[in-house]
């Protein structure tokens, strides 16, 4: 007996259990913006940390000269040199390079992480060998994308507030994120200065508005996920008297840590937490970004082989942790052969369960589409909160009841999207595009087909308008 009912019984529960209907959706994105709303109101007056970042202008294109960008965060580490010629250019020249962090300075010390990030630095900026567009006096002064939570104490330092993702290095947290790559460099002898320290949503959001100036908040979906956007300061309220030239400043909302009781929430989202080095932190990112939606798909299909033997006897693979990945999901989820192969193929390689038979393999399929379907859905939700915050999303503000379109003033709005689940997971997008419209409207979502060169207007419209920025 396979008992093939209690895994349907399993997929029905779970299918339940993420349930993300549009009602459900709207409930979320009331919450994200009242919970911005405490956020700014004061320090610990939310789950959202609504951190300061000090920037208060964006590039709008016209900037000129070479640039360094150093990018940490993820599971790359990229250093970056960059030429604007004053010109706004859809691909401005530029030289990366990108190298995989080693698993085991992501919980050593400070010292090992910023001597291997230095060392690699200096090996790039040696190789660029002696350009005349550089002018060999000038120091060169280094951009700093830091993708975990700082409290910024000026546009060019901040400190480590906890770590997030896979990392876990004790003696960094509380420190000067900007000095410790400083020092490193120093003792490198490497002549360069940490001219800005930003967290890596900001980034998004300046190299957006540098592409399109109606460009007001950046979201990250990747290994992690956050979000910033552009703040009036008088909004800030928890920093009176802030006064900035432009009258705003760019918030980083560390929305990874965003929670609230309307999130569908499954059993399999209790345990991973459970089982997390930050249980009880970081709810949403652990229902939306790469790092966990593999292991919530294989959490539920152990769960499912207990109930049954479809899968064989139950695999010693199947219960180690992380082992399925989310770039394996979006393999299954493109995988269009009508056996799906590359659905047994994985299986076979990865879990060691060969002979997947077909009803199984379409099982597995609907699993990874029931998770993914729900962390596209609820990062759509956050979006539109982020733009119910700030008027944008056509309902007349926080407090106002829906307003009819024609009523309230529309303005072109443009959200940068960077990420691997966005831009590489074509279901995981269209997801999100599509929840962004259930959620708006149709009246908002009216299409009006305009397409940027190499951009990919998400949900082009009168008012909402995305784009995507591949950060290359
Ligand atoms: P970062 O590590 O800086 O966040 P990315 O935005 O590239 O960089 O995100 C990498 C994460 O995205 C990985 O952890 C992986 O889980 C996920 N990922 C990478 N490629 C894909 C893909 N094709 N489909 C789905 N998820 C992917």
């Known amino acids: 007996?396979?008992?093939?009912?209690?895994?349907?019984?399993?997929?029905?529960?779970?299918?339940?259990?993420?349930?993300?209907?549009?009602?459900?959706?709207?409930?979320?994105?009331?919450?994200?913006?009242?919970?911005?709303?405490?956020?700014?109101?004061?320090?610990?007056?939310?789950?959202?940390?609504?951190?300061?970042?000090?920037?208060?202008?964006?590039?709008?294109?016209?900037?000129?000269?070479?640039?360094?960008?150093?990018?940490?965060?993820g599971t790359n580490f990229r250093v970056l040199r960059v030429q604007l010629g004053g010109q706004r250019s859809d691909i401005p020249k530029h030289d990366v390079k990108r190298q995989p962090i080693p698993q085991n300075l992501m919980t050593s010390t400070s010292r090992d992480l910023f001597d291997f990030i230095a060392s690699s630095l200096q090996k790039f900026v040696e190789s660029e060998g002696t350009s005349s567009e550089l002018s060999p006096v000038r120091r060169r002064e280094l951009g700093f994308t830091f993708s975990f939570p700082v409290k910024q104490t000026s546009v060019s330092s901040g400190i480590l507030i906890k770590w997030t993702k896979a990392f876990a290095i004790e003696d960094m947290v509380g420190r000067d994120v900007a000095d410790c790559l400083q020092q490193a460099m120093t003792n490198?002898?490497?002549?360069?200065?940490?001219?800005?320290?930003?967290?890596?949503?900001?980034?998004?959001?300046?190299?957006?508005?540098?592409?399109?100036?109606?460009?007001?908040a950046a979201v990250i979906i990747g290994t992690g996920t956050n979000a910033c956007y552009l703040e009036r300061t008088d909004a800030i309220i928890k920093c009176q008297g802030l006064l900035t030239t432009s009258g705003g400043m760019v918030v980083n909302m560390e929305w990874g840590n965003f929670w609230s009781s309307h999130l569908p929430r499954t059993s399999y989202d209790i345990d991973l937490d459970a089982d997390s080095p930050n249980p009880n932190d970081q709810g949403f990112e652990k229902m939306i970004s790469?790092?966990?939606?593999?292991?919530?798909?294989?959490?539920?299909?152990?769960?499912?082989?207990?109930?049954?033997?479809?899968?064989?006897?139950?695999?010693?693979?199947?219960?180690?942790?992380?082992?399925?990945?989310?770039?394996?999901?979006?393999?299954?989820?493109?995988?269009?052969?009508?056996?799906?192969?590359?659905?047994?193929?994985?299986?076979?390689?990865?879990?060691?369960?060969?002979?997947?038979?077909?009803?199984?393999?379409?099982?597995?399929?609907?699993?990874?589409?029931?998770?993914?379907?729900?962390?596209?859905?609820?990062a759509a939700a956050g979006i539109v909160g982020i733009l119910k915050k700030i008027g944008r999303d056509g309902s007349g503000g926080i407090t106002g009841g829906r307003m009819r379109v024609s009523d309230s003033k529309m303005r072109r709005t443009v959200v940068a999207i960077e990420g691997s689940l966005y831009t590489s997971y074509s279901a995981f997008r269209e997801y999100l595009n599509e929840a962004v419209d259930e959620i708006l409207g149709e009246d908002?979502?009216?299409?009006?087909?305009?397409?940027?060169?190499?951009?990919?207007?998400l949900r082009p419209g009168i008012q909402g308008f995305f784009i995507t920025c591949d950060g290359g």
């Open 1 to 73: 007996r396979r008992k093939w009912s209690r895994v349907v019984g399993v997929l029905k529960e779970l299918e339940e259990a993420c349930e993300s209907s549009v009602g459900r959706l709207r409930q979320v994105v009331d919450a994200m913006a009242v919970e911005m709303h405490a956020g700014l109101a004061s320090e610990g007056g939310s789950k959202l940390k609504m951190l300061l970042t000090f920037v208060d202008t964006l590039p709008n294109g016209s900037e000129k000269g070479t640039y360094y960008a150093l990018d940490l965060g």
């Open 188 to 216: 490198r002898g490497l002549d360069m200065r940490v001219a800005a320290l930003v967290n890596d949503t900001v980034g998004t959001l300046a190299l957006g508005h540098y592409h399109d100036v109606d460009t007001v």
């Open 290 to 378: 790469g790092m966990y939606l593999g292991d919530i798909v294989r959490r539920v299909i152990l769960r499912m082989s207990q109930e049954s033997d479809i899968f064989g006897p139950v695999s010693s693979n199947l219960s180690t942790r992380f082992i399925f990945k989310t770039p394996d999901m979006s393999k299954i989820h493109e995988d269009e052969s009508p056996d799906l192969r590359e659905v047994a193929r994985i299986w076979k390689d990865i879990l060691e369960i060969p002979d997947v038979p077909l009803k199984v393999r379409k099982l597995i399929v609907k699993v990874c589409d029931v998770v993914t379907r729900r962390a596209a859905r609820l």
């Open 444 to 457: 908002i979502a009216r299409h009006k087909a305009v397409k940027k060169k190499g951009w990919y207007p």
